[in-house]
């Protein structure tokens, strides 16, 4: 399948995908994910605005409006309990993903996660730039102030990573995902606390997320000192380079981090970190597209573009790709648990579908 047929049918895809309320399915034939992820759904927006389809895109941020215009009471309580110090547990914070029709997941899978939130933060800004529709941020203003407070207060707070693992820790792509929305908006409004939150949890990531010239996965405050627990590299680390600028992707920090995953992480594609046992490691699509993207930045074109080929060899015959094939994998010994457990990985995954279009895009 060539790329511009691949382009067509990513879009297709996608549309076919989003319900009429606007959610995205993160992959419609995988059970476990029939859901919308603010996280996965902006990516997905963000694609789409590049690929000239910005209906799509707006019919999803209204959706997260719908979804959350409703969550002051909660949120409000929530920063009580925080104000007096008070144990909020894990189950009281707002959810990280939600039926196509809005209604609150209601499963035992972990909840609490930031980075879905300041990514759609970030998307919405970035869409009223591509657009130039400033009016969307007053139609969408109550679900946009409930998660700038909901942000401005529990960013530091641990929970899950981005991959729905780890939630006694603090990661720095989640953190990133806070401070690309808050700067995001900030910045397009001229609101000057969101920008000094932003710089705030930048240096906070500076000061205890690099070890040894890169970033680490996640990190922990043991006796109120921050430090790396998990100080692997994490391919999730590319999205301080781009698109949320944390470091710009020439920073010294930035191209240590990139060496690792290159050296811990590339074969043909991108595998997520070291030691992944979720259907053996396998390589990742979105994250080889996020890959080539930060070398396309970094004006390695040649590099950029053998990462879209390669994703583009994965493509089924209906142009369908997959959230990762089984090459090189870390653990091979568990393949088969996760196949026997739960079928062939994600099929569709729209997530891998939106991140070809975006480094394609990037790539014109």
């Known amino acids: 399948m060539d790329r511009d047929q691949l382009t067509a049918n990513c879009i297709s895809i996608i549309k076919l995908n989003q319900h009429p309320r606007g959610g995205y399915a993160a992959s419609p034939l995988f059970t476990h994910y029939t859901y919308s992820w603010l996280r996965d759904g902006t990516f997905i927006a963000y694609a789409m605005d590049q690929s000239h389809q910005s209906e799509s895109a707006e019919q999803f941020y209204r959706w997260v409006h719908r979804v959350l215009k409703d969550k002051r009471s909660t949120v409000d309580m929530l920063i009580g309990k925080h104000e007096r110090k008070e144990w909020i547990d894990r189950g009281e914070f707002l959810g990280t993903r939600y039926h196509l029709d809005g209604r609150e997941d209601q499963s035992e899978w972990g909840h609490f996660q930031l980075d879905g939130y300041g990514t759609w933060l970030w998307g919405l800004a970035e869409h009223v730039r591509a657009t130039g529709d400033h009016s969307l941020l007053q139609e969408l203003r109550e679900s946009i102030e409930i998660t700038v407070d909901y942000l401005m207060t529990f960013w530091h707070y641990p929970n899950f990573d981005c991959w729905e693992e780890f939630p006694d820790y603090v990661h720095p792509a989640t953190l990133a995902c806070v401070y690309g929305g808050l700067k995001a908006l900030g910045e397009l409004e001229q609101r000057q606390p969101l920008l000094e939150r932003a710089e705030q ?164």
């Open 201 to 364: 949890i930048r240096q906070f990531i500076l000061e205890h997320a690099v070890k040894e010239g890169r970033l680490v996965k996640s990190i922990q405050c043991v006796n109120e000192v921050w430090q790396p627990v998990l100080p692997d590299v994490d391919a999730s680390l590319l999205w301080l380079g781009v698109p949320f600028g944390v470091l710009k992707p020439t920073d010294p920090i930035m191209q240590q981090t990139v060496q690792a995953i290159e050296h811990d992480l590339k074969h043909g594609g991108i595998q997520r970190y070291p030691a992944d046992r979720y259907y053996g490691g396998g390589e990742w699509l979105l994250l080889t597209a996020w890959y080539g993207w930060l070398k396309a930045e970094t004006g390695d074109r040649d590099e950029a573009m053998r990462c879209l080929e390669w994703i583009i060899s994965k493509a089924d015959p209906l142009g369908r790709l997959p959230e990762q094939v089984a090459d090189n994998l870390r653990n091979p010994a568990v393949y088969e648990e996760w196949l026997s457990k739960w079928g062939e990985p994600a099929l569709p995954l729209l997530w891998s579908q939106a991140m070809f279009l975006v480094l394609s895009n990037k790539l014109n």
